[in-house]
T-cell receptor
Framework: DTAVSQTPKYLVTQMGNDKSIKCEQN?????MYWYKQDSKKFLKIMFS???????INETVPNRFSPKSPDKAHLNLHINSLELGDSAVYFC????????????FGEGSWLTVV | AQKVTQAQTEISVVEKEDVTLDCVYE???????LFWYKQPPSGELVFLIR??????QNEISGRYSWNFQKSTSSFNFTITASQVVDSAVYFC???????????FGAGTRLTVKP
């Protein structure tokens, strides 16, 4: 069973389009995240939700909007896609406190053309 | 400030060589956690190890070992008798006890040649 699953794995789309990436975890965690990995492999947090409540919202264009319908799901919607949005987006989850391990999904490769 | 430095951008070794990946961190807190993740060419991020700041015991898991030294703020990772399947990007990361974020180093790309 996949612990953190995200879809789609690959996404190629044109500039200006709107797209969504879905994420689900079956680990019973209360906290979920979106991380972005750029072309140089640098990983940076974008958002974090704890029990459906937004906890971390890094400096991310407001074209990016996370949505957490329940604590097992965290989706990422991106409006008006730009070339610079091309990256790998990782969903992840953990228990909130205690420095617990963050477990990552397999990543979604987004290419904007 | 919470910061992780992996000074080695790329390392290339020949199979069966031992290799050490360096990780140096900065933190203002006394309670924190250190991690290593592996990202193979297929792209997923695989958790390898988690250590808390109060446990400086070195850890060994098969060919992998980790050396945690608070005196030098380092958490280095050694692969013994490397194999081609060890080729990946390895990330060191730091997380505070009550912080929801994990800060990653820039990663070290390890290439193991046959």
């Amino acid at each position: 069973d996949t612990a953190v699953s995200q879809t789609p794995k690959y996404l190629v789309t044109q500039m200006g389009n709107d797209k969504s990436i879905k994420c689900e975890q079956n680990l019973g965690h209360d906290t979920m995240y979106w991380y972005k990995q750029d072309s140089k492999k640098f990983l940076k947090i974008m958002f974090s939700y704890n029990n459906k409540e937004l906890i971390i919202n890094e400096t991310v264009p407001n074209r990016f909007s996370p949505k957490s319908p329940d604590k097992a799901h965290l989706n990422l919607h991106i409006n008006s896609l730009e070339l610079g949005d091309s990256a790998v987006y990782f969903c992840a989850s953990s228990h909130m406190t205690g420095g617990n391990t963050i477990y990552f999904g397999e990543g979604s490769w987004l290419t904007v053309v | 400030a919470q910061k992780v430095t992996q000074a080695q951008t790329e390392i290339s070794v020949v199979e069966k060589e031992d290799v050490t990946l360096d990780c140096v961190y900065e933190t203002r807190d006394t309670t924190y956690y250190l991690f290593w993740y592996k990202q193979p060419p297929s792209g997923e991020l695989v958790f390898l190890i988690r250590r808390n700041s109060f446990d400086e015991q070195n850890e060994i898991s098969g060919r992998y070992s980790w050396n945690f030294q608070k005196s030098t703020s380092s958490f280095n990772f050694t692969i013994t008798a490397s194999q081609v399947v060890d080729s990946a990007v390895y990330f060191c990361a730091l997380r505070y006890y009550n912080n929801n974020d994990m800060r990653f180093g820039a990663g070290t790309r390890l290439t193991v040649k046959p």
